[in-house]
Structure formats: C-alpha cells, structure tokens
C-alpha cells in the first residue's frame, strides 16, 4: 500500500468522520434494531464483487443517481408500472446494473430483521463497500437511517441527473440545486476512476462538434491521441453498443488518476474537461492530484452526497422489496 493511502487509513482510524452528523442520520443507526445489518450487506456485496469487478462503478452510480432525484430515498430502484415511468426508464438509468445484488441483499435483511432496514441505506452501504473491497476496509463512513420513497418519475430522473454534455455552468447549478458545492462537484468527479463510458455519450466530441458535419470535427480540448484512438473503437456517431473505460490507466482502481488524465486532456465526457474551464475547479483538480487529499476530501463529498434531502423519523416507508412500493 502507497504511504499517502496508509496516511489516510490513519486519519480515518484516528480522527474518523464518526462526529459528523447529517440531519438525523447517524453511524450504526442499526445497531439495536438489526445489529448484524451492516455486516451482512459487506458480506453480499464483498462475494459479488470478488467475482464481478464491473460492480463497484455501477453501485457508485447508482448511489449518485439515486440521490439526485429526490433525494436518497431509494426511488432509483423502483420498477415501473403499466400507470407511472419510473426513474429506471429515463435515459440516464438504463444503463445501470446491479439491481439484482441490491434484491438479494434486501431479502436476506428481510429474513433477519423484516421491515427495518431501508433499500435506500442499502444503496449507500453498496457503494461504499463495494468500491471498499479493492482495500479491504472501509475507505468511507456511510450514516444511516434513510427511510425510502414511495415516489418515481422518469421525468424527475431526467431532470435531475447531470448529463456527461454539461458544460461547467450546468455542472456547478446542478450541483447547486443539491447543496453541493465546486469542490463537491470536482471530488465527486473522481468517481470516473472506475467504470465505462458509452460511445454515444462523448462521441460528438470525435465526430461533429461544431456541427459542421465535418469527420474531422473534434473537440479541440480533447487530448488529439486519445481521440484517435477513441475514433478506433467509436467509429460513428450513432454507436450505442461499444463502451470504454473512464479511466484506461486502472480502470477497475479506485484511484485518483482521473485527476491526472484530465490534466493530460484525456477526460472522456464534455463535462470531465468542463472542470479545466472554471479556476476555482482547476484549483481543485491539481489539490487532487495528491492521492491522499483525494480520498480524505472524497470521503466527505460523498457523505455530503448521501444526505441529500433524505427522508428520516416518520416521512418515507420501508419497503419490503426495493422494487415495487408497499401495498
């Protein structure tokens, strides 16, 4: 293990985040009601990822677009009906994954503490233990206590989730809308150390981006060797099939190379190189740079994340499977 990591389990063990409090959240909110909560969710996830590497960028995901609309409540994993489109119908959801782990992690809570603990806590411990796993430990403090919503718009989804074409304005408002900051928004960011990114959301910026109908057409802020070699693998504008990695250095490390990509113009998305167009964000990109203030200042953006509007005391229900509302 690097000695800025190490620095950073140490800060973590020493200092902790366990004083911070978001509303009514709080750590170990099930420590009396399901006492083993938190360990059986580690121990589903940590098995599912041991044998599926794709998994701690799709739970990373989904915890942000959950929380983005609405709120943490949970309402991303709710299944449409023949009367409402859900959050998993919008655009931005489609290409999620993971939902079929969440289920089975919820049927064994209902089977050890039935109607206790939230679909929205298990979203957020998901995420957290997942990307966890690379480390053995937890690299995050998750509080709980969510309760979930009983209320998902497709509509909402597309409203709400910031979409990879944003420009900074857009980011830094959208951002805004949720209580997060600047420095939220270039944090949480890092977050596309991990994952794939679809060919049709970049690939305006190979082919087009002027709209001159021109092949030749790049985005002049991206890196020209990258887009050569991204033109190699999206070989037209309307390819939704093909994928790539975020992060090609490690893209299954939770790491903070996404600060140095960006750096070297090779961000994949409109909105990663919007970050180097505003200075209070570029400050905060080369702070990141530095592996040890990346996951000291991540771990406090995503926990400033996973408070939003979040339904706790009596608002909300529990519902007995993540994807339909109670009766």
């Known amino acids: 293990m ?17 004083g911070v409090c978001h509303g009514q959240l709080r750590m170990h909110f099930y420590e009396e009601s399901c006492p083993h909560a938190e360990e059986i969710v580690k121990e ?39 009367n409402n489109q859900a959050e998993k119908a919008a655009i931005p959801n489609l290409s999620l994954g993971g939902f079929d782990v969440i289920d089975e992690v919820k049927t064994e809570l209902e089977k050890t503490c039935p109607g206790v603990v939230s679909c929205a ?8 233990d997942s990307v966890s796993y690379q480390f053995q430990r937890p690299i995050w403090d ?18 709400n989730i910031p979409t990879p074409f944003f420009n900074f304005t857009t980011l830094k408002q959208s951002f805004a809308n949720k209580s997060l900051t600047v420095h ?10 991990i994952g794939v990114g679809h060919c049709n959301f970049f690939s305006n910026r190979l082919y087009n981006f002027t ?3 021109d092949e030749n057409d790049e985005d002049p802020s991206l890196n020209s060797t990258y887009a050569a070699f ?8 309307s390819n939704n099939v093909t994928f790539v990695p975020m992060d090609p250095g490690s893209p299954l490390s939770f790491d903070n190379n996404y600060f140095n990509i960006l750096k070297q113009k090779e961000g994949l998305f409109q909105s990663d190189a919007a970050l180097l167009t505003d200075s209070e964000a570029t400050y905060n990109v080369n702070e990141l740079l530095n592996s040890q203030n990346f996951f000291t200042e991540f771990a406090q ?6 408070a939003i509007q979040v339904l706790t005391g009596s608002s909300g229900d529990i519902r007995k499977k993540c994807s339909v509302v109670n009766p």
């Open 44 to 82: 589903i996830i940590w098995n599912r990822v041991a044998s599926n590497s794709t998994l701690p960028a799709k739970f990373l995901r989904m915890h942000f677009h959950d929380c983005f609309v609405r709120g943490c409540d949970g309402s991303v994993l709710i299944d449409s009906t023949p």
């Open 142 to 159: 998750v509080l709980t206590g969510r309760r979930d919503g009983i209320i998902s718009r497709q509509s909402e989804a597309l409203a």
């Open 301 to 306: 953006s995503i926990m400033r994340m996973g």
């Open 121 to 128: 806590d298990i979203v957020a411990l998901a995420a957290r």
């Open 2 to 18: 690097n000695t800025n990591l190490s620095s950073f389990f140490t800060f973590i063990a020493v200092f902790g985040l366990l």
């Open 184 to 193: 939220d928004l270039v944090v949480l960011s890092g977050g596309h150390t």
């Open 211 to 213: 709209g001159k109908n």
């Open 230 to 237: 991204l033109k190699t693998q999206c070989k037209s504008l």
